[in-house]
Structures are given as structure tokens and as C-alpha cells.
């Protein structure tokens, strides 16, 4: 269960770049471009995405992205989901919950908000 509180970012990575997105960054937070889309992506461990209180690493303050997704393991997706249901975002959000046993299993959860 090591694995789990470390943030998936390689998981982030292999998954957006098999959509054929080039990644930008290092570390948790990475840009995703593919075409006119860019998706700020953030990995999140198990800490990070089941606090009770919605820490996102911009503050949720508007930035120029209008499209998110939040990379975490996928025991903790639907915990993330609610958290930020209940947060006015300004931008359009989406979970990926990948599979902490390795492989490429993933599920995407969509999200609301922008």
C-alpha cells in the first residue's frame, strides 16, 4: 500500500501520452497539449485526495486553463469527486482513478463546474 500515497504521475504520463497528448513538466503537475487542447494534469496520492478539504495546488483561482484532470489512485476517485463537487471551480475537471496493482486499468470519472 506504499504505492498508494505516492501521486501516479508515470501513470499520468503513460495514460495522456497514449492519447497522443505531449507532456510538458515534471513532477505532479504537468501540462497535456494535443491540437487547440491544453489540460493542466495533477497526480495526487492517497493523502492528497482524501483530505476533507480541497487543497488543489492553484488555490482554485482561475487560471488559464480551462481544462483539468486529476490523476490519483482509484480507491481514492470517487472520495476526490465529491470533494470537489462541492467546490466552485472555474474550470471543467475530470478525475482518472488508475489501478494501484499495476497495468493500464483506469476509469475516468467526469466532473462539473466552469
Known sequence: MAQASMPPVQEARSIFGK???T????????L?????????VTAMGSREA??????LPDGGEE?????RCF?????????????????????????????NMGGDDYQVVHGVNA
Open 19 to 21: 492519447l497522443g497528448y
Open 23 to 30: 507532456i510538458k513538466g515534471d513532477g505532479p503537475d504537468m
Open 32 to 40: 497535456a497539449e494535443r491540437k487547440w487542447r491544453t489540460v493542466q
Open 50 to 55: 482524501s483530505q476533507c478539504r480541497p487543497a
Open 63 to 67: 487560471t488559464e486553463y480551462r481544462l
Open 71 to 99: 490523476v490519483t489512485w482509484s480507491d481514492h476517485a470517487e472520495t476526490l469527486r465529491k470533494r470537489l463537487r462541492g467546490v466552485d471551480l472555474p474550470y471543467e475537471w475530470a478525475i482518472i482513478g488508475v489501478s
